[in-house]
């Protein structure tokens, strides 16, 4: 089974930044985009940031463009999410999937269920 484990995230002031790192057991992630997920209490998770299996194209919602960069180490299976310029509403748990891009919007893998413990981040205002 695969394990996928994100971590990185933290308190951070609004205008401050982080670096959220994913990692998966086995080379899973090695076939597929992968994308970076959040949801905040309350609310449905809502993909941020995908990147390509080749890790040359990256595809971002309209809320975080500009702020967040999404890259791959497809050597050592990492996925990373560089973001800048933090807002509050940015606070959420946050995970990463395999996943797709559908009309526009990034949706994880239907067959894919080991989703990580996720990594909390939170911005104060």
């Known amino acids: 089974q695969v394990q996928v484990v994100e971590s990185g995230g933290g308190l951070v002031q609004a205008g401050g930044s982080l670096r959220l790192s994913c990692t998966a057991s086995r080379s899973v992630f090695d076939a597929y985009a992968v994308a970076w997920f959040r949801q905040a209490p309350g609310q449905e998770r809502d993909g941020v940031a995908c990147v390509s299996w080749s890790g040359d194209t990256a595809w971002y919602a309209d809320s975080v463009k500009g702020r967040f960069t999404i890259s791959r180490d497809s050597a050592n299976n990492t996925v990373y999410l560089q973001m800048n310029s933090l807002k509050p509403e940015d606070t959420a748990m946050y995970y990463c999937?395999?996943?797709?891009?559908?009309?526009?919007?990034?949706?994880?893998?239907?067959?894919?269920?080991?989703w990580g413990q996720g990594t909390q981040v939170t911005v104060s205002s």
């Open positions: 999937a395999p996943a797709s891009v559908v009309a526009g919007l990034i949706v994880p893998l239907r067959e894919f269920t080991s």
